[in-house]
């Protein structure tokens, strides 16, 4: 019978770690690329822009911190 510190202890496992660290490296990156467009907000009072391209929503991913 194996435990769970035998199931972790394997190169799939090692992979697995490893494709969750980059998941997160991503999530990041997306989230800080998300937020600078979060600077273009001030453009909301620029007269000549249509209403329905004003409107700004903010979004949190979820990355893991």
């Known amino acids: ?9 394997t190169e799939e496992a090692d992979e697995v770690r490893a494709a969750e660290e980059e998941i997160d490296v991503l999530c990041h990156e997306f989230q800080a690329l ?5 600077e273009r907000v001030v453009l909301s009072d620029v007269p000549w822009i249509p ?6 929503v903010q979004i949190d991913v979820g990355c893991e911190q």
């Open 1 to 9: 019978m194996t435990g769970p510190e035998q199931w972790w202890a």
């Open 34 to 38: 998300y937020d600078a467009t979060m």
């Open 51 to 56: 209403p329905e391209m004003k409107e700004a």
